[in-house]
C-alpha cells in the first residue's frame, strides 16, 4: 500500500503472459482545485515531501496488483498545465482510461465534469473508453453542494463507474485505482473476443 514504482524493473519479469510490458495510460481531467493533484499524489505515494516515488513532472509512474495481477499506470496531471488547446486534445486523445474529478462542495466543478465527458465523448465517438466520474473532497460535509445521488444519476446517465474520495483522508483512492484497472482489463477482455 502506497509503495511505489521506481523498482518497476523487477516486477515487469513477474508474471508473464499477456500482462507484460502492459502499461495504461490514465488521465485526470476536471476544473481547478478539484483536488486531481491531490489525488495524483496519494496515488503515487508521495503526499509527503521527499518519498522517491518515480515522478516526472507532472506523471505518476506505479505498479499497483488488482486481482492478483499486477498493472503498471502513468497517470497524467498535466491537464492544467497550460492553456494550449492543442494540450487539451492531446489529453483527449492519449488516455486509456480517464477520470474526471469534480468537488462534492462546488457545483459548478460538478456542472463542469458533465461537459468533460461529453467533449471526451465527441474526441473518442467510436471508443468504448473507461471512465470514472469522481466527487473528491467528500470529508467536506458541512460545505457539500452536490449528493452522493446526483454524482451517481449523473454517472448513470452518462454510463460511466462513480465513486467518491477524499484526497485528504485517503479515503476510497485506492478504490477508485484498482477500479480503473479493473474497467479497462473488461473492455479489453470484450475487445478481443
Ligand atoms: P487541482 O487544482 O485539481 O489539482 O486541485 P489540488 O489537488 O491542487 O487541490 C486544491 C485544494 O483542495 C488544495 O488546497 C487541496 O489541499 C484541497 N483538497 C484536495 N483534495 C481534498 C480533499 O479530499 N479534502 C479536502 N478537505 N481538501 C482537499
Ligand atoms: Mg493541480
Not at 113 to 121: H, V, Y
Not at 136 to 149: A, G, Q, W
Not at 162 to 187: K, M, P, Y
Request: aromatic share 6%.
Amino acid at each position: 500500500r502506497g509503495s511505489c514504482a521506481s523498482d518497476s524493473s523487477d516486477s515487469v519479469i513477474s508474471t508473464g503472459s499477456e500482462t507484460e510490458s502492459q502499461v495504461y495510460k490514465v488521465v485526470l481531467l476536471g476544473e481547478h482545485g478539484v483536488g486531481k493533484s491531490s489525488l495524483a499524489r496519494v496515488f503515487g505515494g508521495i503526499e509527503d515531501a521527499g518519498h522517491d516515488c518515480d515522478e516526472t513532472g507532472n506523471t505518476y509512474d506505479r505498479s499497483i496488483v488488482v486481482d492478483e495481477e499486477e498493472a503498471s499506470i502513468v497517470l497524467y496531471d498535466i491537464w492544467e498545465q497550460d492553456n494550449s488547446q492543442w494540450l487539451k486534445e492531446q489529453c483527449m486523445r492519449m488516455g486509456d482510461a480517464y477520470i474526471i474529478v469534480y468537488s462534492v462542495t462546488d457545483k459548478s466543478s460538478f456542472e463542469k465534469a458533465s461537459e468533460l465527458r461529453i467533449q471526451l465523448r465527441r474526441a473518442r465517438q467510436s471508443e468504448n473508453i473507461p471512465i470514472i466520474l469522481v466527487g473528491n473532497k467528500s470529508d467536506l460535509v458541512r460545505s457539500r453542494e452536490v449528493s452522493v445521488d446526483e454524482g451517481s444519476a449523473c454517472a448513470v446517465v452518462f454510463d460511466c463507474k462513480f465513486i467518491e474520495t477524499s484526497a485528504s483522508l485517503h479515503h476510497n483512492v485506492q478504490d477508485l485505482f484498482e477500479g480503473i484497472v479493473r474497467q479497462i482489463r473488461l473492455r479489453k477482455d470484450s475487445k478481443e473476443e
